[in-house]
């Protein structure tokens, strides 16, 4: 099973970017789906996750900007981001955790730059 990442790009600050993240396979019992983003010379964090019940949590860098939804049927898991800025730069991975293990996407750059 691959996590296939799509989405991400050049954007200026303020503007809005959508990304996507879907498995190539059937993942059973997944109980976690979430975003991570790497910057240069940072450690990757947490942005945002989402578990079964629809609980979700952000990084308080994002919450108000940022959204990340789910579809469970196709195992895709979404993350829509506004008002970008230009901390918000990085690699962006998306990740589901399940019953036999976790799974990464192999990241997608999000650049926010004028």
């Known amino acids: 099973v691959q996590l296939v990442e799509s989405g991400g790009g050049l954007v200026q600050p303020g503007g809005s970017l959508r990304l996507s993240c879907a498995a190539s396979g059937s993942i059973a019992f997944i109980y976690f789906m979430g975003w991570y983003r790497q910057a240069p010379g940072k450690q990757r964090e947490l942005v945002a996750g989402?578990?079964?019940?629809?609980?979700?949590n952000y990084a308080d860098s994002v919450k108000g900007r940022f959204t990340i939804s789910r579809d469970n049927a196709k195992s895709t898991v979404y993350l829509q981001m506004n008002s970008l800025k230009p901390e918000d730069t990085a690699v962006y991975y998306c990740?589901?955790?399940?019953?036999?293990?976790?799974?990464w996407g192999q990241g997608t750059q999000v650049t926010v730059s004028s």
């Open positions: 990740q589901i955790r399940a019953g036999r293990g976790d799974f």
């Open positions: 989402i578990i079964n019940d629809g609980t979700t």
